[in-house]
């Protein structure tokens, strides 16, 4: 059974003491450095120079400092640039200006797993994963919830740093939802294969291909795009609920018996052999040397991709479609058409 940290196992006075730099000001950032400072953590910002996000934490009333002037400052250091950033703001700015008993913080281990970051002696190495975007992190705490967390210690020097890592976790929310104890390596290949085989490339992919089915055998594209897309969200609130079962509970038993019968005959066992294969370029590196290799030619492939993929004729149905919603989406740095945030 997994190792579960809440409320009354992390001493927030731990991280108080500190003074935490957080490197970053995006999805994870913001609600880490905001979370932060409303408990009561002495928190500023690391930025690059003419840094898009200034602005916004400014605006937070948070001090914003050059990345090398923050870890000077600071002695618990989140690394939140994306994960194809980090090594080089590492090396640049962070590096050279880490002390003995300083600890360095990830949201998740891609960058320690895969050797691109390699951390000084008596340096903590501590991992504090919100198992959620940024923006539901953020609304979450505000509203006096949580979204459960990771942690993990790659590197223990201070001998306590467990005991900081849980503390940080109180100090954005975490512990009231639940802080679950894992690794480094098994957080990062159990994170890219979930979002590459389930959560993103796998459900991306089946609902591009079940609108294709649709609206090539002559249906609608409106009535395909919710069909295979709208309706997902109401399916998965079930599964998150009550698992598959409650989903299955509600369901009509037209629905049930056809998941039954037909789900196995689309998602077969030559879907697992994939997914397995998936698995094993992460566990070999083979993936993550991919996804590096193309961004330091400037992600050339990344951008093909991403161009591709937001052309689907899905898209095009389902940015008319929701204009048409009464509700609209809460995240006001978000842009439609764009896939970046
Ligand atoms: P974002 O893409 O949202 O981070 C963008 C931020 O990084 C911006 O403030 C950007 O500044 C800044 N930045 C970019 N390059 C540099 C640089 N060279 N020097 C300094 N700052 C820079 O990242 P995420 O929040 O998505 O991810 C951060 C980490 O959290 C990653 O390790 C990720 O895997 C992890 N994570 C993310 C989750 C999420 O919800 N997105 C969920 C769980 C973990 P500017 O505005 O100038 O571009
Ligand atoms: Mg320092
Ligand atoms: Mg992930």
Not at 91 to 113: K, M, T, V, Y
Request: with cysteine.
């Amino acid at each position: 059974m997994a190792e579960i940290f809440y409320d009354d196992d992390a001493d927030l006075s731990i991280i108080q003491d500190r003074s935490v730099a957080v490197i970053g000001y995006g999805s994870q950032g913001h609600a880490h450095a905001l979370n932060l400072r409303d408990s009561g953590v002495d928190v500023r910002i690391g930025l690059a120079e003419g840094s898009r996000s200034r602005a916004k934490a400014e605006a937070e009333g948070l001090r914003v400092l050059t990345v090398a002037d923050a870890v000077k400052e600071a002695d618990v250091i989140m690394i939140l640039t994306p994960d194809q950033v980090q090594r080089h703001v590492y090396a640049e700015s962070i590096a050279p200006n880490l002390e003995q008993g300083d600890a360095i913080f990830f949201a998740h281990g891609f960058n320690i797993r895969y050797g691109y970051i390699e951390a000084p002696e008596g340096v903590d190495v501590v991992m504090v994963a919100p198992k959620g975007p940024g923006h539901t992190v953020r609304r979450e705490f505000e509203a006096g919830r949580a979204v459960p967390a990771l942690v993990a210690v790659e590197k223990d020097a201070s001998g306590r740093a467990l005991e900081l890592g849980l503390s940080y976790a109180k100090g954005i929310g975490g512990t009231r939802a639940g802080v679950i104890r894992t690794t480094f390596t098994e957080e990062t290949e159990s994170d890219l294969f979930g979002e590459q085989a389930v959560l993103c490339g796998g459900m991306s992919h089946l609902v591009q291909y079940g609108f294709e089915t649709l609206t090539e055998a002559g249906y609608q594209p409106e009535i395909a795009y919710f069909e295979v897309l709208h309706e997902l969200k109401l399916i998965v609130d079930l599964m998150v609920e009550g698992g598959i079962a409650k989903q299955r509970w509600s369901i009509s038993d037209t629905a049930e018996y056809g998941d039954y019968v037909s789900g196995p005959r689309v998602i077969n066992p030559a879907v697992k052999e994939n997914m397995k294969a998936v698995l094993a370029d992460i566990q070999d590196g083979t993936f993550a040397k991919r996804f590096i290799e193309d961004q330091d030619n400037g992600g050339a492939e990344f951008k093909k991709l991403r161009e591709k993929e937001e052309s689907h004729p899905i898209e095009v149905t389902g940015r008319e479609l929701r204009k048409l919603f009464a509700w609209t989406s809460p995240d006001a740095d978000y842009v439609e058409g764009t896939a970046a945030p």
